[in-house]
């Protein structure tokens, strides 16, 4: 049975929102975006209807992987500001309901932090995994620059050496395996609370925890790393019980019941979120793609079934009160909602999903207005992992205004990401605002309607009326949802009672003599009478 746990109430009802700092916006033309251009568009957030940010890593940091090599967890990256700027974001920020949420890159270091400097200096330091012998498996060890010698073990790139939380099994031929609770494992445990304090004490709501999955070396089952944060929710319970934790797991059923308040539905891992959105664009493996189905597909690919099974099972072994599930529209890693071959019309029935399913709705930067994956983007700071992971596509500047620029920088030598989206109606947030039909628009109404209906919020029961196209499913008893994401239209029959139901958010979808009739690309939510 889940453990049921005490729960920040701000969080059951939130719309979380992920900025990527250095491309949201610029309030000093030098390309790159900081935090007081992100403050001076809080209002968008507001008026949008977010209630929580949660910003990619902000600290210190030589940007050779975009701040996911961190050389300082309690400094802001000098590009965005100052911790200063930072309060005053997270004021500003409070005075509007909207909540902050920072990046933990709690498994690995920058090799530029003082951490691994010294430890590469000190035998008789155990920050991070170290072996004195020829690095085995191959790929995974990198010289020690220091007076140690011997090799370290990195998580990702060579300038990532993976801080030191022990092996699950010890092994006689590896006598790097620390357990994990020796020294140096006690300690990062220790860091990685002294790091959320410091946070916390200056107004921080949570954080999301990158590659939260990953600490614990060789951990079948990741039972260890279960433990590990156990044990840092029974902390956060006792000494910081308003505040959440968000893991980057992407497998909720594990990851919410080891102490995280929610999971999302990623790329890796489990197959949900792929099985949605996934068009075989940007961060891609040919494995990830269920055959070739996805559902919200013009052509009709692939069912919700995939989708549904991993829910399920991730709802039951969360529990009722046990936490939640964050369903993105996309993330820094992913292409966005908006890429292949699905447009920005596609998109409109893709948020009405977002917004009534019961999950924590998560919007990535400009996906609200419709911004494309661009493909074929050269690297920016290690954006592309290989071939098929081109993640640079994901990462371009937030369109505020119409214009080549868009409050960003133009000059060739000083734009961050280039080219901007090439395509001629590249959507804009000044242009969208000006036309009610937009995008924009709908999702600030969508947003507004799950906000004032608590039947469409994650407390609401939720009942599957069809597994096909049309997707019909009811929340609360008192709401039903029609969502149609293929070209050709579809229809289903319905329980009785709904013929009369009020239209509250409809685009396409006409309720009668028992049935749903649904155009290509539509959807509806209604009110029963």
């Known amino acids: 049975m889940a453990r049921t746990r005490p729960q920040p109430a701000w969080l059951a009802n939130s719309v979380l929102y992920q900025i990527y700092p250095q491309t949201f916006a610029d309030s000093n033309g030098d390309g ?246 996934h068009t075989g664009i940007g961060t891609h493996d040919p494995s990830w793609t269920e055959s070739g189905r996805y559902f919200f597909d013009a052509e009709g690919s692939g069912g919700i079934d995939t989708f549904l099974r991993e829910w399920r099972e991730a709802t039951a072994a969360i529990g009722v009160d046990g936490g939640h599930i964050a369903l993105p529209s996309a993330n820094h890693d992913y292409a966005r909602l908006v890429s292949g071959p699905r447009t920005a019309a596609q998109a409109r029935a893709a948020f009405a999903f977002i917004a009534t399913w019961p999950t924590l709705p998560t919007i990535y930067y400009g996906d609200e207005i419709g911004m494309r994956y661009v493909e074929d983007l050269p690297d920016t700071e290690g954006s592309i992992l290989s071939p098929t992971n081109n993640r640079t596509g994901s990462r371009t500047p937030m369109q505020w205004e119409p214009g080549p620029g868009a409050g960003f920088s133009t000059a060739p030598e000083e734009d961050f990401y280039l080219p901007l989206d090439p395509s001629p109606d590249r959507p804009d947030v000044a242009t969208q605002r000006a036309d009610e039909g937009s995008l924009l628009h709908l999702v600030r109404r969508l947003l507004a309607l799950r906000h004032a209906t608590p039947a469409l919020q994650p407390g609401g029961s939720l009942e599957v009326l069809t597994e096909d196209y049309p997707f019909a499913f009811v929340r609360g008893g008192t709401h039903l949802v029609v969502v149609n994401p293929r070209r050709e239209p579809a229809a289903t029959d319905l329980p009785a009672g709904w013929d009369d139901a009020r239209p509250l958010a409809v685009e396409g979808v006409t309720l009668g003599a028992g049935r749903a009739e649904a155009a290509g690309f539509s959807f509806g939510v209604f009110e029963r009478a």
């Open 32 to 277: 790159i975006g900081d935090l007081a251009g992100a403050q001076q568009h809080l209002d968008h957030l507001a008026w949008l209807g977010v209630d929580a940010v949660w910003f990619s890593p902000l600290f210190a940091s030589p940007f050779a992987d975009a701040g996911y090599d961190v050389a300082d967890y309690l400094s802001v990256a000098p590009r965005y500001g100052t911790n200063d700027d930072l309060a005053a974001f997270v004021d500003a920020a409070r005075s509007r309901g909207i909540r902050v949420l920072l990046d933990l890159v709690a498994g690995h270091t920058s090799d530029q932090h003082p951490w691994f400097r010294e430890w590469a200096d000190d035998p008789s330091d155990h920050r991070y995994i170290g072996n004195e012998r020829v690095g085995r498996p191959a790929g995974i060890w990198c010289p020690v620059p220091g007076r140690r010698g011997g090799y370290y073990q990195l998580n990702f790139y060579p300038c990532q050496p993976a801080l030191n939380f022990g092996y699950a099994r010890p092994d006689p031929a590896e006598p790097w395996r620390d357990a994990v609770d020796a020294e140096g494992p006690r300690a990062n445990r220790r860091a990685l609370r002294d790091v959320m304090t410091h946070w916390f004490d200056l107004g921080i709501s949570g954080f999301r925890v990158d590659m939260a999955g990953s600490l614990v070396k060789d951990d079948p089952g990741l039972v260890e790393t279960g433990r590990l944060w156990t044990e840092m929710r029974d902390w956060l319970d006792t000494e910081h019980p308003d505040k959440a934790l968000l893991s980057e797991w992407g497998d909720p059923a594990v990851a919410v019941p080891a102490g995280f308040h929610a999971d999302f539905f990623l790329q890796f891992n489990k197959p949900a979120l792929r099985s949605l959105w």
